[in-house]
């Protein structure tokens, strides 16, 4: 099993910045893919960021020159830098990763708000 936890939630302004991390416990030495996804009120989980082990990234259009998702692998951890902050991209964003036998986690997600 592994386990995600997510922090660096919050509400922020329009235009503002913040970082997620999501740090990882458990059976991590066969994970590879690691990301974000997130829910917004109304809307289906949507893919936000995404990365490989070898630094391989993938951004939603939403997103790409906005976020930037980094990874530490020594740590198993991930991060989403995002500046530029809309209302748009308020929602609950969840960790996500996926084993080399392609099981998937999910973290207890952390509430964005961007409001003024």
Do not use: H
């Amino acid at each position: 099993q592994v386990q995600l936890v997510e922090s660096g939630g919050g509400l922020v302004q329009p235009g503002g910045s913040l970082r997620l991390s999501c740090a990882t416990s458990g059976s991590t030495a066969s994970l590879n893919r690691m990301g974000w996804y997130r829910t917004a009120p109304g809307n289906q989980r949507e893919l936000v960021a995404t990365i490989d082990r070898g630094g391989y990234t993938n951004y939603a259009d939403s997103v790409t020159g906005r976020f930037t998702i980094s990874r530490d692998n020594a740590k198993i951890t991930v991060y989403l830098q995002m500046n530029s902050l809309k209302p748009e991209d308020t929602g609950v964003y969840y960790c996500w990763t996926r084993n080399v036998f392609t099981k998937e986690y999910w973290g207890q997600g952390t509430q964005v708000t961007v409001s003024s």
